[in-house]
Each structure stands twice: as structure tokens, then as C-alpha cells.
């Protein structure tokens, strides 16, 4: 028998599908939630009358993609639509198969639509195949072979081909709450049948909190450290108290992939933090990469972008400060010269700020992409032949050093910018002193096109 062998009847494919866990199953398979009352969180998308609860009661044809987190329930929910569809549903981990296995499916799945049976193919970490491998899905979707369900935990727009997204609805699933993650801890303890009740463990709240503050929202890790934590106690008195919790836990799971949304996240963090002149929310974004096994030289690079970014001209020697910290970086290496990176970001975060020479620099490339590049005014140019000088190169050109103030009165800039002024600076910190220094040089050059 096939796959999609037509003699296998819907309620025997549910029953397929649908097969406790095991025995020797981990906790958190165990307690898997099997309805949609049963899970936890996610109101704003399974809640009454709200758009996924909708379309997986009508057993709505289109396809989907759960963005979220660990451990947060996007293969749960594809299993709930496997509960309740009239359809085969197929899993795939695109961690361990391949595209190949998967079209096989897909022309198994063709064969069981000439004879009116939807197919569900359900994508885990779908953001592990690449573009190409994306497209092959495709076909299947337009004709209406399958119906596509993905999950991943990675941002769609970057990760997903924008003709399958196009095709998809996107869910994004929220991370759980402690408390309701503790309150997920404390059913599975007492449950006797799917969770630990048969071994007649108890806990202390606090305790439960411990471990569901430390899963980030990963209900995953939750239950995986509830096992440890339960293991522990039964060498002991049963009881789970928040001593047993901590050394269950051991470390924190940090929600971090360096190459991922969330190394976005918390750069544009502490980028953000710094720009509004705020050392608390910086340090802490700072701590959670380095915590997390951030590169430090790339924290490094990005917080001196930082120097000449948004502080620039007020406080130019902050960029010697974060190159010296970098240097150090390199020299002694993490954890000792995080104090350095931390020590710059602090200094960043004190000193005056402007994006002055930012703002220019960009206005200038605006202009050179879409503006004609003129030609460099005769004036500005050498001759270092006669030829050249004949055509005119360096006529009218003014040496500044002879000039009064060390100014000429003097374009330039093309004549297509004539007068562009690109660089407007602050009155912020030492850029005060520019400004005031820039006010000097036109008064200079207003003052030798006076007439005399």
C-alpha cells in the first residue's frame, strides 16, 4: 500500500496521524496539546472567531506559515489541522529530508487528487531549504496537488521565496507567558495519565516559576527541565523545590541565532539604545548578545559605526575610543575586554550626538544616483601639458593659501549643484565650534563677492 493508497479510509489516516505519544515519549510530546481549547497562548489567533481558528474549523484549502519561536506550538497547530481536515497529512523536518523525498511525496500526492483527496504536507524549519529548493513546491501549489503548512522560526520575508509566501497565509505565534508556562509546569505534574501525576511528585510555585522563567517562552525547554527537575526529586523526597528547579536549569536558554531575526533584533537595540542617549537599555542589550556567544568583533565593528553614525563630529574622538576597544578586543579577548566594548558604548551614549556628516554623506550619494555625473569644472583640473592648459584646465583656479582667511571665493561644485549645500551641522558638543568655524568661511567668501 502507498502512501495515499485510496482503500485506507479517512478515519483510519486520523487514527494514523493522531497516535499518542509513547510511553517512553518525552514530556513535552506527551503533553502535547490535541484541540484547540487545549493550547495555550495564542488567543489572538485561536481565540473565538479569531482568522486561524476560523480556517482550520472550515477546513479552509489554503496554505500557511507559523513564524515564531521555539517551542511555542507551530508543529502543534499543524497537528491540530491534521486532527481536523479531511485530507492526508504528511510531515516533513527539512532538517533531515530532503527535496527529493519530498517531490516523491508531491507526485504521490498528484495521484491522490485525480481521486478527490487533498494532501497536507506540513514543512518543518522550512527556511532550512534554499530558494531554489522553495520553487519546487510551487507547481503543486498553483494546480492544487497540496496544501502547504510551514513552519519556521525565522522571519518570512527573508527567508521564504516571495512566490511561496505570496501563496501563503502568515501566522506569527507569540512566545508564552511565565505564568502560562508554569501553569502548562504544574498540569503536566499533576496529570496521570499524559504527565508526571503516576509518580506522585509535587512542587513549590516558585519553583515551577524558576524553570518557566528560564525557558524564554519555550515550552519545549519547560518540560525537558521539568523532566530533569522530577528525575532529581525522585532521588530525594519527590518534591521539586526551587533549589532542585536551579539545578535543573543549569543555564538559561537564550532565543538567539547570529544569523537569524533576532542578532538583528538586538543590534538595532542597542544601536537605538545609544542613539537616544540611554546607557541602561544599552549595557543590557550588549550583556544579552554577549550572553548569547555574539562574535565580539562584530559587536565591536558595529558599535564604532555607531561613533561616526550618530555622535560623528559633537564628540570626534569617540571613534577612537570604540578602535581602541576593538584593539583590545583583539588583544585580550572575550569575556575580559567586554568591559572595553561596554566602557565605549557608555561613552557613546553620553556624548553629544549628530548625524550631521551622515545626513550629507547620503544626500551626496543621492545626488550622484540620479543626477548626470558632471564633468569636473575646468579650473579644479591640472595641466600638466601645454595641450591641456591651451583647453583651459586650471584657468581661474585660486590658490586658497594667497587668499585672505586662507578662503577663495571660489565654485566648486559642478554647475549642475551649484550652491548645493550638503552639511549642515549642529550645535552639539565640539560640532559647535565647526558651525561657527563654517559661519566664518561664508562670511569670508560674501565679503570678496561684495564689490569693491
Same mark, same amino acid.
Given at each position: 500500500m502507498n502512501l495515499f493508497d485510496q482503500s485506507e479510509d479517512f478515519s483510519s489516516v486520523s487514527n494514523r496521524i493522531s497516535a499518542h505519544a509513547t510511553a517512553g515519549s518525552p514530556l513535552a510530546e506527551k503533553m502535547r496539546p490535541r484541540t484547540l481549547d487545549e493550547l495555550a497562548g495564542q488567543q489572538?489567533? !485561536?481565540?473565538?472567531?479569531? =482568522?486561524?481558528? !476560523?480556517? +482550520?474549523?472550515?477546513?479552509? *484549502?489554503?496554505?500557511? +506559515?507559523?513564524? @515564531? =519561536?521555539? @517551542? !511555542?506550538?507551530? #508543529? #502543534?497547530? *499543524?497537528?491540530i489541522v491534521a486532527e481536523t481536515t479531511r485530507a492526508n497529512f504528511v510531515e516533513f523536518s527539512a532538517v533531515v529530508s530532503g527535496i527529493k523525498e519530498i517531490k516523491q511525496v508531491m507526485v504521490e500526492a498528484a495521484k491522490a487528487a485525480e481521486m478527490g483527496t487533498r494532501t497536507i504536507l506540513f514543512i518543518d524549519e522550512i527556511h532550512r531549504f534554499n530558494k531554489a529548493q522553495q520553487d519546487a513546491f510551487l507547481p503543486y501549489l498553483e494546480r492544487g496537488t497540496i496544501r502547504l +503548512?510551514? *513552519?519556521? #522560526?525565522?522571519n518570512p520575508s527573508f527567508e521564504i521565496n516571495a512566490a511561496l509566501l505570496s501563496r501563503c497565509r502568515v501566522y506569527v505565534l507569540e512566545a508564552l507567558g511565565e505564568e502560562q508556562v508554569a501553569l502548562l509546569l504544574r498540569r503536566a505534574i499533576e496529570d496521570p495519565v499524559r504527565?508526571?501525576?503516576?509518580?506522585?511528585? #509535587?512542587?513549590?510555585?516558585?519553583a515551577l516559576a524558576v524553570i518557566a522563567s528560564y525557558s524564554n517562552g519555550d515550552c519545549r525547554s519547560a518540560y525537558n527541565t521539568l523532566e530533569v527537575a522530577a528525575q532529581l526529586a525522585e532521588d530525594a523526597d519527590k518534591h521539586i523545590t526551587k533549589a532542585v528547579a536551579g539545578e535543573a536549569v543549569q543555564q538559561r536558554v537564550l532565543q538567539y541565532d547570529k544569523k537569524g531575526e533576532e542578532h538583528y533584533n538586538l543590534i538595532s537595540a542597542l544601536h537605538k539604545s545609544v542613539r537616544n542617549s540611554d546607557p541602561d537599555?544599552?549595557?543590557?542589550?550588549?550583556?544579552?548578545?554577549?550572553a548569547a556567544g555574539e562574535d565580539p568583533i562584530y559587536i565591536a565593528r558595529r558599535v564604532t559605526r555607531m561613533a561616526f553614525e550618530d555622535i560623528g563630529l559633537a564628540a570626534p574622538e569617540a571613534m577612537n575610543l570604540c578602535l581602541s576597544a576593538k584593539q583590545a578586543m583583539e588583544f585580550i579577548g572575550s569575556p575580559e575586554a567586554d568591559l572595553? +566594548? $561596554?566602557? $565605549?558604548? !557608555?561613552?557613546?551614549?553620553? *556624548?553629544?550626538?549628530?548625524n550631521s556628516v551622515y545626513t550629507a554623506y547620503n544626500q551626496v550619494l543621492a545626488d550622484i544616483e540620479h543626477t548626470a555625473q558632471a564633468p569636473v569644472p575646468l579650473h579644479l583640473r591640472n595641466a600638466p601639458t601645454r595641450l591641456m592648459e591651451e583647453l583651459g584646465y586650471k584657468k581661474g583656479y585660486r590658490y586658497a593659501h594667497d587668499e585672505e582667511g586662507k578662503v577663495a571665493d571660489m565654485q566648486c561644485l559642478p554647475d549642475a549643484l551649484k550652491n548645493r549645500v550638503y552639511y549642515h551641522p549642529t550645535h552639539e558638543g565640539r560640532e559647535k565650534q565647526l558651525a561657527?568655524?563654517?559661519?566664518e568661511i561664508q562670511r569670508l567668501k560674501a565679503a570678496k563677492r561684495e564689490p569693491r
Open positions: 489572538h489567533l !485561536v481565540g473565538p472567531g479569531k =482568522p486561524l481558528r !476560523v480556517q +482550520i474549523e472550515r477546513d479552509d *484549502a489554503s496554505s500557511m +506559515i507559523f513564524w @515564531g =519561536p521555539p @517551542g !511555542v506550538g507551530k #508543529t #502543534t497547530l *499543524a497537528k +503548512i510551514g *513552519a519556521t #522560526t525565522e504527565g508526571l501525576g503516576a509518580r506522585a511528585l #509535587t512542587a513549590d510555585d516558585d537599555a544599552a549595557l543590557y542589550w550588549l550583556g544579552r548578545m554577549f572595553a +566594548i $561596554a566602557q $565605549a558604548v !557608555v561613552y557613546l551614549c553620553l *556624548a553629544p550626538k549628530s561657527q568655524r563654517l559661519e
